[in-house]
């Protein structure tokens, strides 16, 4: 690779050693690059013994644990920040000198890239929420039809090791890159077909502090496309650059050109329906799709919307929408037989993603079933107020928990009181007590997890453990019961 042989005699530091940082080390590695790797833990790795094995296989690198090596940072030519690492809290802003390049890994494979004798092409997705439903439901179009796609990222892939295990003859004609706010803050160099800010609403606000900060990072992926894939009912969604190609998504009725929802029959004897439309082309009925919710239309509709700009057929795509059933953690049902509607939606890290669950599944509950929500954990700086309307009119009963619970609770009308609880078990304990036949206890926290669990996954799985065990102990129960009934009569 020609245009990294100008990294040759530069002071390379990688800072962190999580799942970007390794991969940073992975590809500058196969460059024949010297860098150093620092991370402010003290082991990083799950072991002294990982650790001595990535010194057998890069010998090149030097590995500093402990503590972010001021001097190491302070002369380093080019640094490779993984996303996670709030660099201004960090104190790091400051130690970079003028000349050093700042990047992220995202940028350091739009820098390569960018290069290649024919670039990989790219679909980029950001936004507040729905971003991994999107990209995973577009991967899943392309495979079946065929389109040769990979998808990286934020949802979990770094994107540098695409240059580290594939060879140009195996390249993949398109990247499906899910990101983040971190992630754009240091990306500036990406040429993507088309690129999406989904939505828009209270997320990171611990590190960006205002949502002026946040939304502007989010625009930020604008200029790095030819065209513009927006949301036209969500302001802060659309692009800043002049006489950029847009194509929108939204609820209500589209012009020509644009994606939309519109109230029709197929045919006179059917009764209308919501169906996603383009323009006055009708797709398909929203009641034909797995994924529900009006968050899930607007989904569905980003996800055409990115594919048409690629050049992939509507038809091929509206037959293959409904072969997507969704990802783990994000309103599933548990399976029960109590009776009740037990959904994980352990995902829902921030606000808007609580209000799209509620606003989705409340209205698909008959007038006499409760709603009980299980909410709480770390808001990272979020303004819950949003949630207000909602707690009032579709909420029962909140169940709150973890870091952030008690401000959740505050928010519950005086006549319709929150309880406080320390675990989730003991949530779903109190959930269990309180809920009837037809009843939905949802967990969505509205907030992430990282204070109580190792992240959002363990904390759905917990909560689907609970739930399971609640089964089984029911069922116990009632065989110990028609022994009981049993043995009494007999007594009789
Ligand atoms: N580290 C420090 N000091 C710090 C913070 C981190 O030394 O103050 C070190 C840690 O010890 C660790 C490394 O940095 O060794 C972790 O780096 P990282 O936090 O950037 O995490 P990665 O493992 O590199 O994963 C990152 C993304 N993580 C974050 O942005 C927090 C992953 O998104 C992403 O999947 C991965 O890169 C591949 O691209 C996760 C995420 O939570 C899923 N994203 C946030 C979200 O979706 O809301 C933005
Ligand atoms: P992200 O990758 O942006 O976190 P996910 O697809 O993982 O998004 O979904 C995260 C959470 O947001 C889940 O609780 C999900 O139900 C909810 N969600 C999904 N799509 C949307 C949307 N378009 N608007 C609001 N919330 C959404």
Not at 190 to 219: C, E, F, G, P, W
């Amino acid at each position: 690779m020609t245009w990294l042989t100008a990294f040759k005699d530069k002071k390379i530091v990688v800072l962190g050693a999580g799942m970007t940082g390794l991969s940073c080390l992975r590809f500058l590695h196969a460059q024949n690059l010297s860098i150093a790797v620092n991370d402010s833990r003290v082991m990083p790795f799950s072991s002294e013994a990982e650790l001595a094995q990535y010194q057998i296989d890069f010998p090149h690198a030097t590995f500093i644990f402990g503590q972010w090596d001021q001097a190491l940072i302070a002369n380093a030519d080019i640094i490779v920040a993984s996303p996670g690492i709030d660099l201004d809290k960090e104190g790091i802003t400051t130690l970079i000198n003028n000349n050093c390049q700042l990047i992220g890994d995202i940028e350091l494979f739009c820098l390569v890239n960018n290069r290649l004798p024919t670039p990989m092409q790219m679909l980029a997705v950001t936004g507040s929420n729905g971003k991994s439903t999107v990209v995973s439901l577009l991967a899943h179009l392309a495979k079946k039809l065929g389109v040769n796609a990979v998808l990286v990222g934020n949802i979990g892939e770094p994107i540098l090791d695409l240059l580290v295990t594939t060879n140009s003859a195996e390249q993949p004609e398109l990247v499906i890159v899910e990101l983040s706010s971190f992630q754009l803050e240091t990306l500036t160099s990406m040429k993507a077909i088309a690129a999406s800010v989904l939505n828009l609403s209270d997320d990171h606000l611990d590190r960006h502090k205002t949502l002026a900060v946040y939304q502007a990072l989010k625009q930020g992926i604008y200029p790095q496309a030819q065209i513009a894939v927006i949301s036209r009912e969500d302001k802060a969604t659309q692009s800043l650059v002049a006489q950029q190609s847009t194509i929108s998504f939204g609820l209500s009725k589209p012009e020509s050109g644009h994606f939309g929802l519109a109230l029709i029959s197929i045919n006179e004897a059917e009764e209308a329906k919501q169906t996603l439309m383009f323009g006055e082309q009708a797709l398909i009925a929203l009641d034909e799709l797995p994924l529900a919710g009006m968050h899930n239309a607007l989904n569905y509709m980003a996800a055409l919307a990115l594919g048409y700009t690629a050049g992939w057929s509507l038809s091929a795509m509206t037959n293959n929408l409904a072969g997507f059933t969704g990802l783990a953690h994000r309103c599933q049902r548990v399976s029960s037989e109590d009776g009740i509607q037990w959904i994980n939606d352990s995902k829902a890290t921030n606000v808007g993603a609580t209000l799209a669950a509620i606003s989705g599944l409340a209205p698909t509950l008959n007038q006499q079933n409760k709603l009980i929500l299980i909410a709480g954990g770390d808001g990272k700086g979020a303004d819950f107020a949003p949630l207000v309307p909602v707690l009032n009119s579709q909420v029962s009963q909140l169940i709150t928990l973890g870091k952030d619970g008690s401000e959740i609770a505050a928010l519950a009308n005086t006549t319709n009181k929150a309880i406080e609880v320390n675990t989730l078990a003991e949530a779903i304990e109190q959930a269990n007590k309180i809920a009837n036949r037809g009843d939905m206890v949802l967990l969505s926290p509205a907030c992430a997890s990282i204070d109580m669990f190792k992240n959002y996954m363990v904390r759905g799985e917990q909560f689907i453990a609970s739930v399971t065990q609640l089964q089984v102990a029911s069922n116990v129960n009632e065989k110990a019961n028609v022994k009981k009934d049993t043995k009494e009569a007999a007594c009789r």
